[in-house]
Nanobody, 126 residues
Framework: QLQLVESGGGLVQPGGSLRLSCAASGFRLDYYAIGWFRQAPGKEREGVSCISRSGGNTNNADSVKGRFTISRDNAKNTVYLQMNSLKPEDTAVYYC???????????????????WGQGTQVTVSS
């Protein structure tokens, strides 16, 4: 059974950094593109970052460009989201999700992702 588990969230001051992890079990991660999403209280879930199967293609939302970096280690079946220069508006529950794709260097549309993890809370506050 496909399962994703997020970790690494916490409380951090503005300007600080966190690294989130998305660990997969029950399937080989290298057959899937992986997306990171977030949902703040009272807001809709939004796509933050995506990485292709090979890791050769990544996309980032405009709100996080230059601050967040997505990467993957297929040998460890894990995807990471390095978040730097965090702002209070980054506060949200962060989720990862998977999308099987035939193409090695494609990031699917965010609406195509499924198999969600349980989420990890990120709070940016002084």
């Amino acid at each position: 059974q496909l399962q994703l588990v997020e970790s690494g969230g916490g409380l951090v001051q503005p300007g600080g950094s966190l690294r989130l992890s998305c660990a997969a079990s029950g399937f080989r991660l290298d057959y899937y593109a992986i997306g990171w999403f977030r949902q703040a209280p009272g807001k809709e879930r939004e796509g933050v970052s995506c990485i292709s199967r090979s890791g050769g293609n990544t996309n980032n939302a405009d709100s996080v460009k230059g601050r967040f970096t997505i990467s993957r280690d297929n040998a460890k079946n894990t995807v990471y989201l390095q978040m730097n220069s965090l702002k209070p508006e980054d506060t949200a529950v962060y989720y990862c999700a998977a999308k099987w794709t035939f193409f090695h260097d494609m990031c699917p549309p965010y609406e195509d992702f499924g198999s969600w993890g349980q989420g990890t809370q990120v709070t940016v506050s002084s």
